[in-house]
């Protein structure tokens, strides 16, 4: 630990020497923000192998041309691989997708208490390491001819528990150094590492899948691995490491000067709390770490966690299974299906972004995750039943439903767990991020390992209902949020009175 502090502090005197408090404290923001996009860019990279090789792992072997010693009667599954070469094969790999999510939505738990009493850089570095250890685990299976379901689920529950370092530490970290007057836009723009890492993962997968699949897990489990070792040696999770002050202590100013209003989720239900600058800001009280039964007693936490269930069981069935679906409703090979999922991620950055803007600009973010999920309960159906038309309709609705599945995600993931993270009632506890953080992604993960589970099984009987089921979750999802939307409706309209009549 001494000599990673030690170059840590070389690593300031290389890249910061002549620079200002102030300067240095701007180059510190850009590098964490840089380097923590990065860092879970890799994540996801390292999640999407699985989505494109199941195409492999059992597809349908006609047409296709076995060798010699193969007699196609006697093995109609021959180019499938055991033990996914049977009839329940969906289901099987379904278990498979749940088995890491289930692991990681467990892990994140306990991930967040973790991450809030030790050093996030070696928290973030080891478990990075790890993650890319356990994916060429998976991906050895090809290569050494491993055939057995146990293994797979093993490096899979393993792979999980790594992973679910990630989020609670990244979101920390960034936590630390950004305040609240933008972080809808800062972190909507920041969490297109999200839809870029899927982007990447499938990318990199789909050029292996077809010759040699065990490299769509090697491969990204290196990239990862890399990253964290740099990860170890140069990251800067809160600035009192370098001993610098707290860039959350000017939010008042910055609050101020785009006169912007928050509305706040405790005291009465129907106020409305106007931000206003106080004479001298307290600084944030270090005090103990917080405990998950008290992140829950925050407003608003539980809500936004179990919209999150059913949002994030909307996109991680896309994120699973949608390579899948093409394949099945078009006459395109594996890698053209994953190829063209990309294009549910490329809208996923778009609405990461917009749902950050629109959060900042209303100061409403339940409002903005309603709005999104109303709108695509429609869409889902539309897509099921016309994308079949043309390649066009398929990429254009693919697009738009990235934006209205995932713009909901990305904020209550980001900028709504910070937020919530540094509430007021916390009374300048700086130690919460990372645990609300865990709660909101970790019931959120249980939604995302409900998903694919459940499709596996469904779209062995139809895929219309795999989207009946999606409709509904989105529908759940928004209901449960109604009640902030009533208090930010109710704050909306008490803060333009009190302006209205105010004395000019």
């Known amino acids: 630990m001494a000599r990673l502090t030690f170059t840590l502090q070389a690593f300031d005197r290389l890249c910061c020497a002549g620079l200002n408090v102030t300067q240095k404290i701007l180059a510190y923001k850009a590098l964490i923000l840089s380097l923590t996009f990065f860092v879970y860019c890799s994540y996801h990279i390292n999640r999407k ?18 060798p010699e010693n193969i007699s196609v009667e006697e093995n109609p599954n021959w180019c499938d691989w ?3 070469d049977t009839d329940d094969s969906a289901a099987l790999l379904g278990f498979v997708d749940s088995s890491f999510l289930f692991a990681y939505a467990f892990g994140i738990f306990v991930s967040g208490t973790i991450a809030e009493r030790m050093d996030l850089r070696v928290f973030l570095g080891i478990g ?21 379901l146990w293994y797979f689920l093993l490096a899979q529950v393993l792979s999980g528990l790594a992973q679910s370092t990630g989020w609670p530490g990244v979101v920390a970290a960034v936590g630390n150094w950004y305040g609240k007057s933008s972080r809808g836009f800062i972190f909507g723009v920041w969490n297109s590492h999200v839809s870029i890492g899927n982007i990447l993962g499938t990318l990199i997968a789909a050029a292996f899948v077809d010759s040699h699949w065990s490299m769509s897990f090697i491969v990204p489990g290196i990239i990862i691995a890399i990253i964290g070792i740099v990860v170890l040696f140069i990251m800067v999770p809160e600035p009192a490491m370098l001993g610098l002050p707290d860039p959350n202590d000017d939010d008042g100013e910055s609050s101020l000067s785009s006169s912007s209003s928050t509305i706040s989720y405790i005291g009465k239900e129907k106020e409305a ?18 405990s998950i039964i008290g992140a829950l007693r925050i407003p608003g936490v539980v809500e936004f966690s179990l919209c999150l269930f059913f949002a994030k069981l909307v996109s991680y069935t896309f994120l699973y299974w949608l390579p899948n679906y093409i394949k099945y409703s078009t006459t395109f090979s594996p890698s053209e299906s994953a190829n063209l999922s990309t294009l549910f991620d490329v809208g996923g950055i778009i609405g990461g ?3 950050g803007l629109l959060k900042d600009v209303t100061g409403r973010p339940a409002t903005t995750c309603v709005g999104m999920l109303l709108v695509a309960v429609p869409t889902l ?44 009632s916390l009374k300048g506890n700086a130690k919460a991020l990372a645990t609300v953080a865990a709660i909101i992604d970790g019931t959120g993960s249980i939604g995302a390992a409900v998903g694919p589970l459940l499709a596996g099984t469904i779209s062995e009987i139809d895929w219309g209902y795999v989207f009946y089921m999606l409709m509904a979750s989105d529908v759940l999802a928004l209901l449960l949020l109604l009640r902030l939307v009533v208090r930010e409706t109710q704050a909306f309209l008490q803060n333009r009175r009190i302006k209205h009549h105010s004395p000019i």
């Open 128 to 148: 990075m390491i790890l993650s890319g250890l356990f994916n060429v685990m998976f991906g050895l299976g090809y290569t050494f001819g491993i055939h057995q």
């Open 353 to 355: 972004i917009l749902a």
């Open 273 to 290: 709390q106007i931000e206003k600058v106080p004479e001298k800001e307290e600084p944030a009280v270090e005090g103990k770490a917080i």
């Open 381 to 424: 159906f539309v897509y099921y039943a016309f994308a079949y038309v043309s390649f066009g309709l398929n990429v254009v609705l693919l697009i738009v439903l990235g934006v209205l599945v995932n713009g909901p995600y990305s904020l209550i993931t980001t900028a709504v767990s910070a937020d919530l993270g540094t509430h007021e």
């Open 82 to 84: 055991e033990p996914f």
């Open 49 to 66: 192998p699985t989505s494109v090789v199941k195409n492999v792992l059992n597809q349908n072997c006609t047409g296709l041309t076995p």
